[in-house]
């Protein structure tokens, strides 16, 4: 009596039972009890056929080669080969004069008509593959431009099941955002965040410690505020789950990550490291610890600058934010500007001039489009594009759902006159990772020159009249800008 193997396969352990592992070694026993056949092994697998690589079905293979069995029973052709590449397997075992045979098939693989005949099925196995693909790929765009995100729900989120907007997770999502917030703040490096993030309990989904990967992955995914982006093809759409951060935050933690001059992890604390610039080679300055003190200076080979000490940089710092102190006869002043401002603007001409330029984009996306499908940008420049604009955009939505409550704007106005009456005395009262970060937004240029320190204020800071226009003014680019910037000095400062 011949030896044969017996092979099954499915491609899920959610098969149905008429393809089951079980119903195929069922008819394949029938098949050799009729045949008078001797299944002398089997060899079972659950992975699908749709590409080769299969290691139970490449050591089925390799056993029929070296003759330790005189053939080989398959269910149907299908459960063989989904794939041209495995079916020409088949097609060498065949010519090589070993018996495949299939249990549910009646073909005579010896001869050209049974070849043929299973040629076609086998073409047949491999287009359906290639349909369903088409199908699920298809569903998949279907979801994607509702808004909703088809796969597994990233670390912070939790799923609801088919159909619905992945919600955040109560235990995960917070760390989420801390995560974003402290990378934000310039004080940690990736590694210094993963020992945090580790020491507060962040954990995965299955109790683990999260990784350097994982965190990395985390930060840079534009799904925690609010947009789905699918790397194949760099493709992004907006999302309806609920964003965990706002978008100027996770701007601003991308800008620090592209930066090549952001904190690396580092034995020593230094406060303002590489935040200076060299006035000579332009390079960052370094903190170095020397006899109980930093000193912050340039690693250039041969650059005159000398060295500054930390301390001194932080008295140089505060002296300029006290010469930034408005007067109490302006601060009255400003107070009463104000109120003007908010008594003759009104948020409809606001609103329709938003709208405007909402309109606008509509138009500029719609052109973008065209010219792809004129052929006059590719793909890349069309999705970066639509990228920017679809930011845009999204801002201005939210300014149009902020300007429901006109106590906000007030609120934001009347805040920014607080600061830059206290701004001096707040930092003072500051830890130094928000010392540093309070130096990053008020000031655009930190320059040392030999032992002279050059301190640049931002416009917002010493411009306090036109700054207080460009809050309560018709909303525009500059008028958004200018928020998010004051705003973010609200949050470091928690007023």
Known sequence: MKHYYGYTRVSTVKQGDGVSLEAQQDAIKAYADKQNLLISGWFEEKETAAKSGRPVFNKLISSLRQGEADGVVIHKIDRSARNFSDWALIGELIDSGIDVRFAHESLDMQSRGGRLTADIQAVIAADYVRNLREECIKGIEGRLKQGLYPFNAPIGYMDQGAGKPKIPDPVRAPYVRQAFELYASGEFSI????????????????????????????????????????????????????????????????????????????????????????????????????????????????CPTTTVRQDVLDAEIELSLAGMQIPDTDLRRLRKQLENMFARRTHAQDQRAVALQIQNIDKRQDRLTEALIDGLIDQNTFQERKVRLTGEREKLELTITEMGDITRERAIAEKFLELTKSLYLIYQMSDPGKKRRLAEIVFSNLTLTGKNLVLTPRNWCVKVDQTLNLICGAPDRDTLRTREEIEEVFQVVDL
């Open 191 to 302: 590694l210094g965040l993963l020992e945090e993030l580790r020491a507060r309990g962040m954990r995965t989904r299955r109790g683990g410690q999260i990784s350097k990967g994982c965190l990395e992955n985390l930060l840079f995914n534009p799904f925690y505020h609010g947009v789905i982006h699918i790397k194949r093809g760099n493709r992004t759409y907006k999302g309806i789950h609920e964003p965990l951060i706002e978008k100027a935050l996770f701007d601003r933690v991308q800008i620090m990550k592209s930066d090549r001059c952001n904190k690396k992890h580092n034995k020593h604390e230094v406060m303002f490291r590489r935040l200076v610039d060299c006035g000579y080679c332009g390079c960052r300055l370094y903190g170095e610890v020397q006899k109980g003190h930093i000193y912050m200076r340039c690693h250039t080979s041969g």
